[in-house]
């Protein structure tokens, strides 16, 4: 049987008064609506309800649970498309159903053949006017995801008075010239940008974003894009001073070509909060003393926690530039540092032999209001817990340790802006 609401019994009961009597039990009744709606989507989680086999077995329960069920089925809508196909139908149902539009949060636009290396012979054409058009179709957007499309011009004019707001947009290896690029990312109000182009106009010299202008709190270009010279180049035209509050590039090498990525974040970057930058030329943390703003930086020092007493001496050489030039230029009143690094060889017992950053922690002495050392690890390996984990780095910066800074974490590098909560992290800066 269903019912409008399923109650909830709450009871309380009260002292003993003065006369020695005790009062009656009150009960109030709740419904479902009046807990919190994450509680019943961690149930459909755990219950692996992603499919349309739970809307009826929710509805055995009650309207509410029909209803949460539908919010949750229908609150990612990944959408793939051929080489011929369109995406204009998406539109128009969307247009038309306006209470499932209601129910999206995510909307994955891309290739059905996702191709590597990237291939836009088989991207699906989408002009900048489409994904407008759906994105204002789905009025509670959160993330929008754009992957290895072929974006074109759109047919009619764009409506930039009022920008349509996503708190996450990935533009991944998506194919289009570098004005048609800007075009549309301007007309988006874009909390945190993950940016990995694909630019048509790859052989250009003279590069033109066109008369565009980015409205990003958050931007991580890819360190793996194809055409990292002309992101930077249309990037410094299109993103104004004091805009970012967090700027990421973790190239694991120094790039063959200089980039313009110290002149870029010299040019916008007065409110930069968070930095994620490993070095892309040899002086880049020259930089650092232009950031007044600076209290978290992300590093890459590219050696392990753990390392073999043979290789020691070729890991330290890595580190050194890090201890000898990026640590003295970084602000003194610096508040985070995190350090993303594998977590080695767990054979090794820890020690100033086995441990490339052996020494550190004196160095870091000088951010006398550092609030928390971090150290990300992208996985453990079996037979290590994480307490022993812990171990092991408070060994290698006991100060650190011993002043109740030192933290470990445990999370995939690569994925961890769409994994952590950047949103609420965005608003506290």
Not at 208 to 234: E, I, Q, R, W, Y
Not at 245 to 258: C, D, E, G, N
Request: include cysteine; charged fraction near 20%; charge should be negative.
């Amino acid at each position: 049987m269903t019912t409008n609401h399923h109650p909830v019994s709450a009871c309380s009961q009260h002292p003993t008064g003065t006369s020695g009597s005790v009062m009656a039990d009150t009960k109030e009744k709740l419904t479902i609506r009046d807990l919190p709606p994450e509680i019943f989507h961690n149930i459909l989680d755990q219950l692996g309800c992603h499919d349309r086999d739970a809307i009826p077995a929710c509805t055995l329960v009650c309207r509410d649970w029909l209803e949460i069920s539908r919010e949750h089925l229908f609150s990612e809508l990944h959408v793939p498309r051929g080489l011929d196909e369109s995406f204009d139908d998406l539109a128009h149902f969307l247009e038309t159903h306006p209470t499932l539009a209601g129910y999206v949060r995510i909307l994955s636009l891309e290739a059905m053949l996702f191709s590597i290396p990237p291939n836009h012979g088989l991207m699906p054409l989408i002009d900048v006017g489409l994904i407008c058009r759906l994105a204002r179709a789905v009025p509670h957007i959160h993330e929008l995801r754009l992957r290895q499309l072929n974006i074109v011009r759109s047919a009619v004019e764009l409506d930039t008075t009022h920008k349509i707001n996503v708190e996450h947009m990935e533009y991944e290896k998506s194919f289009s010239n570098i004005a048609t690029t800007f075009a549309l990312l301007s007309a988006f109000h874009i909390e945190h940008l993950d940016f990995d182009p694909l630019f048509e106009d790859e052989e250009c010299t003279e590069v033109s974003a066109g008369n565009t202008t980015l409205d990003v709190v958050s931007l991580c270009v890819n360190p793996f894009t194809l055409h990292p010279l002309l992101a930077f180049k249309a990037l410094q035209q299109v993103v104004r001073p004091n805009m970012l509050k967090t700027f990421r590039y973790p190239s694991p090498t120094i790039h063959p070509i200089k980039l313009p990525v110290v002149t870029f974040l010299t040019d916008i970057g007065q409110a930069i909060v968070d930095l994620d930058l490993s070095p892309t030329a040899k002086d880049d943390y020259l930089v650092l003393p232009k950031l007044p703003s600076l209290q978290i930086f992300r590093y890459h020092p590219g050696v392990p926690l753990l390392s073999p007493p043979d290789d020691l001496p070729e890991k330290q050489a890595l580190v050194a530039p890090f201890r000898d030039s990026w640590i003295p230029h970084l602000p003194s009143d610096l508040e985070e540092l995190v350090l993303y690094i594998p977590y080695g060889d767990k054979d090794n017992a820890p020690g100033a032999t086995t441990m490339p950053l052996w020494g550190l922690d004196t160095s870091l002495a000088r951010f006398r209001r550092l609030k928390k050392l971090t150290i990300c690890f992208p996985d453990i390996p079996g037979g290590v817990t994480l307490e022993g984990a812990v171990a092991a780095a408070a060994v290698c910066f006991p100060r650190a340790h011993a002043r109740g800074v030192l933290d470990i974490s445990v999370r995939v590098w690569a994925l961890e802006c769409r994994e952590w909560d950047i949103y609420g992290y965005l608003r506290e800066c």
